[in-house]
């Protein structure tokens, strides 16, 4: 065991019935979420913003080193520049990179190089992945699990700003190096992912897909 400090574990449980409600109300909660590429310009308070990222902070992450960084970005300047980098990023993947097997894929979504929504949406989340920490000497230390640790805080940030009132886009230029320069983030950094945040466009629409059956994507081994 540890020397560590201790605390008594705060947990509300819940009966059986309590349990089954809660479990069935927070799917039909996150299955309304959708990826929208249309935003309205619609202003969206910062403490909002702020609380979703307290909840990112939250995600569990390897030996508690929590190695994200998150850059939220409202300002005019800065989310013309994203976007101009990003389009750029997004022309030579369309029209080079990305191959047929992949644009087929994305086919359904309708996307294509032009951002528009980079600069329309209020909130433009830069998410950053820190493959080191430094200690109070300024000592590296390694990161553990970090990719797997962002994905989750990333899984939180989103179902935060779902829940919240809010649409989401995960967006992932690539390369998303740019993201660096325009941010002015060291270079051990990694941009890992963008989460644009607002509000949805008047008469915005998304491509009818479907989800996968829980047969298809489980099964029980009791
Ligand atoms: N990053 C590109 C392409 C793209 C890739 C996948 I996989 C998507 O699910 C959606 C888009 C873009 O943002 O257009």
Not at 133 to 160: H, M, P, W
Request: glycine share 6%; charged share 30%; aromatic share 10%.
């Amino acid at each position: 065991m540890t020397d560590h400090p201790q605390q008594s574990l705060v947990f509300e449980g819940k009966s059986q019935e309590e349990m089954l409600a809660a479990a069935r109300a927070f799917y039909e909660e996150v299955k309304t979420r959708r990826s929208v590429r249309d935003f309205s310009a619609k202003p969206v308070e910062r403490a909002v913003i702020e609380n979703a990222l307290l909840a990112a902070g939250t995600a569990p992450n390897g030996a508690n080193r929590q190695p994200w960084y998150f850059v939220a970005v409202a300002e005019n300047d800065l989310k013309r520049k994203i976007r101009e980098a990003a389009e750029r990023e997004e022309r030579a993947f369309y029209e080079h990179r990305a191959g047929k097997e992949w644009l087929e894929a994305l086919a359904p979504l309708g996307t294509d190089h032009r951002k528009p929504f980079l600069e329309t949406a209020p909130w433009l989340i830069v998410v950053f992945l820190r493959k080191f920490s430094y200690d109070d000497q300024g000592r590296k230390l390694k990161n553990y699990y970090t990719a797997e640790s962002v994905g989750i805080a990333c899984g939180f940030l989103i179902t935060a700003l779902h829940q919240a009132g809010l649409a989401t886009l995960t967006h992932t230029p690539s390369p998303m190096k740019f993201l660096n320069e325009v941010l002015d983030r060291p270079g051990d950094e990694r941009a890992y992912m963008v989460i644009v945040a607002g509000h949805p466009a008047d008469g915005a629409t998304v491509p009818i897909i479907d989800k996968k059956s829980l047969e298809e994507i489980a099964e029980f081994r009791e």
